[in-house]
């Protein structure tokens, strides 16, 4: 689609916000809904090789746990760095950018044969999932129709697990037959492809097109700090900053601790995949649910129940088949209660600062997401007991519910 051709459109759908979403909108949120599927591939598939890079090169829990994190500094930078140029230069260059860096950085690890090499990569494919996911959630509230907004901003997190979980069964099998590193390179061949697919088919937001009046970086973050934005701003960045914590050592730790347990490799990665079932489960319900039920109560629900199901978790031996219900409930809850803040943020800023917000919120926040699985390896081989760590690490998840309420914004309900 032309830029001629996205304005006339935009202005189209101006005048149809009330209107169902035609079927050409909801293609450009499944394609958004795909890209997020494949970072949740890219992200999680570590944690799900983490236990055979451990034994290969000999890696403490802690050492492990800068494996994990390394990728998540790398997505701190991009949402502070790659993000913002979004608002820029368009959402459609910075998505071109992302999956340039996240293909080179999966594709690589297939040849790494060192620890720090391995570090390395992992930030550059951090680097580029941090440039895409805020924009995801921009391009998303762009397309879709004010009625349907906030699920479609919803829906779109959904891929997320939805890739964790195929990534889950899929190196379940890829691992044990060809080795953890052939994981990482069918991965970056699927990123790759949607370079192409995005490439060719995916238009520039008419929002941007539409857009008067280019600005810089430094003035549209300079805009987050202004009166009507401020106070939102800063409990935002702090409540994602805490369910980052919890929600990034889950999703790291959990095929490792199942298999540490006593699980064999291939129950212990079904472990991780049922906490991205039930995460995926709980993203779709928060979706529809914020529609009718408003962002802050369904964020507050689930956050508040995320925190006691991770404390009666803790607290007992299960059988293997109690432990795959909670994981699942555990996934459902803190998943689906953390990615209302996509939707919560792209109603706080306007479209000329919407990237912008959203990614310094996600970059503020993945601090937490760096802290939180080194923290918890580090724990881990200090003799933390199960119990005591996720004790420890359900509280952030009560910090955010509570945070949440306070955001004043007017557009936030």
Known sequence: MGETNALIFFAKMKDAQDLPMSLYQWMIVALCFLLNFNDGIDVLVVSFAGPHIQAEWALSNAQLGYIFSAGLAGMTLGCFT?????????????????????????ILVYFSKAY????????????????????????????????????????????????????????AYIIPAWGWRASFLVAGIFSAILWLIVFFFLPESPVFLAKQKRTSAI???????????RQSTFILWTAI?????????????IPTIAKNSGMPFQMATYAGTFLNIGAFTGVLVMGMAISKYGIKKVMFTYLCLAFIAMNIYGSNSWSNAQHFVFIFCIGFLVQGGFNAFYPAATRIYPETIRSTGVGMAMGM??????????????????????????ILFSVPLLIAAFLVQRISSKNIY
């Open 82 to 106: 790659l993000a913002p140029w979004g608002d820029i230069i368009g959402r459609r260059k910075a998505f071109l950018v992302s999956l340039s860096l996240i293909s080179a950085g999966m």
């Open 241 to 253: 900053f805490f369910g980052f914590i919890t929600l990034y050592t889950l999703m790291s730790w």
């Open 219 to 229: 003035s549209n973050l300079n805009e987050l700090f202004t009166a009507p934005y």
């Open 365 to 390: 926040g993945r601090f937490g997401a760096i802290l939180g699985p080194a923290l918890f390896g580090i724990l881990t081989d200090q003799g933390f007991s199960t119990y005591a760590r996720f």
């Open 116 to 171: 720090g090499w391995m570090l390395f990569f992992r930030f550059i494919t951090g680097l580029g999932i941090g440039g895409i996911l805020p924009n995801l959630a921009t391009v998303a509230a762009e397309f879709a129709t004010k009625k349907r907004r906030d699920f479609a901003v919803g829906i779109v997190q959904g891929g997320w697990p939805l890739g964790a979980i195929v990534t889950g069964f899929s190196v």
